[in-house]
C-alpha cells in the first residue's frame, strides 16, 4: 500500500489569506480549476457571480475584500470571489471532554459537493496578537471553517438549515441569495470565525464573540466550539443577529453535537438533505442519525475516516479533523473519490499537528 502524503503546514505568520496564496499559487490555481469543473454551468456562473460578489463585499467594507482581490488579480482565472463567499457545506461536528482526560476534543466531519477538492486542503498556522491558530483551509479561501488556537479553543461551522420563504428549494435558495445581497454592514460566517481565531484570547472571549449581536450574520450559520477545559463545549445557533447558545451539560457529560439542523426547536429552517445515499431517510432523520453518530464517537480513541460510517462519511466527505486545544494537538486528513473505487472518499493525505 502506498505511503499516504502529508498535508502541507504553512507558517504563514501574519500575512493573512494574501501569504498563504503567495506560498501554494500552484494550488489554489488547480483548486479553483477543479471546483469550477464539479458542474457544467460553474464557469458561467463564477463570471457572473465574481462581478456580484466584489460588488457585494465592497458595499460591506468586509474586512478581508483585499486580501480576496489580491487573489483574484493574481489568479489566471475568474472564481476567487464567488468561492470565497459561496456557502454549500454539510458538516457533523461534537464536542466533548477528551477521553484522555486533558481538556476538551472537537471532532469534525466536512462535507462539500464540489469534487475532488480534498487533496487540496492545506494547514495555515497563523500568528496574532491573541496567539497562533492552525487553519485546516485551501490557498485562495481567506475564511476559517476549520481551526485549532493551541491554550485557546478549537472551533468549527456547519452550513444552518435553509430558511423557508416560499417552499421550493431551489426558488428558497435563490430568493435568500436575493436578501443576502440587500443587506448593510454584514459579516459571512468564515470572516466572523477568523476574526474570532485572531482576537479571543480564550475560550469564552470566543462564546462572547459569536454570541455578540451586534454583528450582522450574512447567512445563517451553526458554531461549535471546545476549550481547553472539560467542561467547555458548546453550539451557538446564529441567524442575522439572533444567537442561541446550547453549553454541555453534566447530565450528558458536557457533550454537544450537531449536523446541519437546529437545536433549538422554535428555530425556522429546512434540514438540508445531504448525505443520503445510503439510507432511505427524511432530512431531519439523517440529521439526527448524523448527530447522534458523531457524539458517539467522542467515548474513546478517535483514530480518523477509519472510525466513520455512513452516514457520516458519505460522497461529499472531503475534510476528517479531530483537535484538542489544551494538548496543542489536531489531527487532519483530507479525502477525494479514488477513481474505479466507487463513491465513498478515501483519504488522501492526512497530517497529526502539535504545537510546542
Request: charged share 20%; proline share 6%; aromatic share 6%.
Amino acid at each position: 500500500m502506498a505511503e499516504i502524503p502529508e498535508i502541507p503546514l504553512v507558517d504563514i505568520g501574519r500575512g493573512g489569506g494574501i501569504a498563504l496564496f503567495d506560498a501554494q499559487a500552484d494550488r489554489a490555481a488547480a483548486l479553483v480549476e477543479t471546483a469550477l469543473s464539479a458542474h457544467a454551468l460553474l464557469p458561467l456562473a463564477a463570471r457572473l457571480a465574481d462581478r456580484i460578489s466584489l460588488r457585494w463585499l465592497t458595499r460591506q467594507a468586509n474586512p478581508y475584500r483585499d486580501e480576496i482581490a489580491y487573489i483574484a488579480e493574481h489568479l489566471s482565472r475568474r472564481g476567487a470571489y464567488f468561492l470565497n463567499i459561496v456557502y454549500e457545506w454539510a458538516c457533523s461536528t461534537s464536542a466533548a471532554p477528551d477521553p484522555s482526560g486533558n481538556g476538551a476534543r472537537m471532532i469534525r466531519v466536512l462535507d462539500w459537493g464540489l469534487t475532488g477538492i480534498g487533496r487540496y486542503v492545506v494547514i495555515a498556522r497563523h500568528e496574532t496578537a491573541a496567539g497562533p491558530f492552525y487553519n485546516v483551509t485551501w490557498p485562495g479561501f481567506v475564511g476559517v471553517l476549520t481551526a485549532m488556537a493551541p491554550g485557546r479553543f478549537a472551533a468549527a461551522i456547519n452550513q444552518a438549515p435553509r430558511m423557508p420563504i416560499v417552499g421550493p428549494r431551489w426558488l428558497d435558495e435563490a430568493l435568500s441569495r436575493m436578501r443576502l445581497l440587500s443587506l448593510a454592514d454584514a459579516l459571512p460566517a468564515a470572516h466572523l470565525l477568523r476574526r474570532v481565531c485572531e482576537e479571543a484570547g480564550d475560550y469564552e472571549n470566543a462564546v462572547a464573540m459569536l454570541m455578540d449581536r451586534s454583528v450582522l450574520l450574512a447567512m445563517p450559520a451553526i458554531f461549535s466550539l471546545s476549550g481547553t477545559q472539560r467542561t467547555q463545549c458548546c453550539v451557538i445557533e446564529a441567524i442575522a443577529r439572533d444567537r442561541r447558545l446550547h453549553r454541555g451539560a453534566e447530565i450528558d457529560n458536557f457533550t454537544v453535537g450537531v449536523a446541519n439542523d437546529w437545536l433549538s426547536s422554535d428555530l425556522d429552517g429546512v434540514p438540508r438533505p445531504h448525505a443520503l445515499e445510503w439510507e432511505r431517510m427524511a432530512p431531519r432523520e439523517n440529521n439526527q442519525v448524523r448527530r447522534k453518530a458523531v457524539c458517539a464517537l467522542q467515548g474513546g480513541a478517535f483514530a480518523g475516516t477509519s472510525d466513520l460510517a455512513p452516514p457520516v462519511l458519505n460522497s461529499h466527505t472531503v475534510l476528517v479533523a479531530a483537535a484538542n486545544a489544551a494538548t496543542g494537538e489536531m489531527l487532519v486528513e483530507a479525502l477525494d473519490p479514488i477513481p474505479g473505487q466507487g463513491p465513498v472518499p478515501q483519504v488522501v493525505a492526512r497530517r497529526l499537528v502539535q504545537h510546542r
